[in-house]
């Protein structure tokens, strides 16, 4: 059974990056767009982006100047970059498996952006 | 980017009725159409993909259809279970959208 973890600090000062981890457990990394989405307190769900196992990326136009995410087979993980956070990027960050359809998601992690 | 609207933003519902969301592109999106459900303090559960495919263990009260520009997600009879926020979500683009969410409250 795949199954997702986020990980990362919880608290990040203004103006400072966001950076979080998944972990993959449970199956193959290869042919997958590993994604990053977040949900804003009291509203939807926000596609941040994803990265293709080959290394293609794509992001939501709104971010694109912040973000990155990167790729570790090796370690089968993930990752996300956030720059330059402001109060709007507090939310609950869930990774994925996105396989066109997402059927698996991380639990979940809340991060607050806060002096 | 391909824009979702998602109709009604909410709906409150007696156990055992219909429900039926709407879900609307912005441009033709064939059938890469998906259904979430999303509850508090959980992460979203995959429903429906590719607009009519059940994913797995999914109760038979939940059905989808719709192609191109419109689609439908059918709870048959509401459980109480089922209240929940539930989008829709595009991956004809490389650009994903989630619809905006309908709220279904049960009365």
């Known amino acids: 059974q795949v199954q997702l973890q986020e990980s990362g600090p919880r608290l990040v000062k203004p103006s400072e990056t966001l950076s979080l981890t998944c972990s993959v457990s449970?199956?193959?990394?290869?042919?997958?767009?590993w994604s990053w989405i977040r949900q804003p307190p009291g509203k939807g769900l926000e596609w941040i982006g994803y990265?293709?196992?080959?290394?293609?990326?794509s992001y939501n136009p709104s971010l694109n100047s912040r973000v990155t995410i990167s790729l570790d087979t090796s370690k089968s993980q993930f990752s996300l970059r956030l720059s330059s956070v402001t109060a709007a990027d507090t939310a609950v960050y869930y990774c994925?498996?996105?396989?066109?359809?997402?059927?698996?998601w991380g639990q979940g992690i809340q991060v607050t952006v806060s002096s | 980017e391909i824009v979702l609207t998602q109709s009604p933003d909410f709906q409150s519902v007696t156990p055992g009725e219909k429900v039926t969301i709407t879900c609307r592109a912005s441009?033709?999106?064939?059938?890469?159409l998906h259904w979430y459900q999303h509850k508090p303090n959980q992460s979203p559960k995959l429903l429906i993909k590719?607009?009519?495919q059940p994913f797995s263990e999914v109760p038979s009260r939940f059905s989808g259809r719709g192609s191109g520009t419109e689609f439908t997600l059918t709870i048959s009879s509401l459980e109480p279970e089922d209240a929940a926020t539930y989008y829709c979500?595009?991956?004809?683009?490389?650009?994903?959208?989630f619809g905006q969410g309908t709220k279904v409250e049960i009365k």
């Open positions: 979500h595009q991956s004809s683009s490389s650009l994903r959208t």
């Open positions: 590719y607009a009519s």
């Open positions: 449970g199956g193959s990394m290869n042919n997958y767009y």
């Open positions: 994925a498996r996105d396989a066109y359809s997402i059927g698996y």
């Open positions: 990265m293709y196992y080959s290394g293609s990326t």
């Open positions: 441009q033709s999106i064939g059938g890469n």
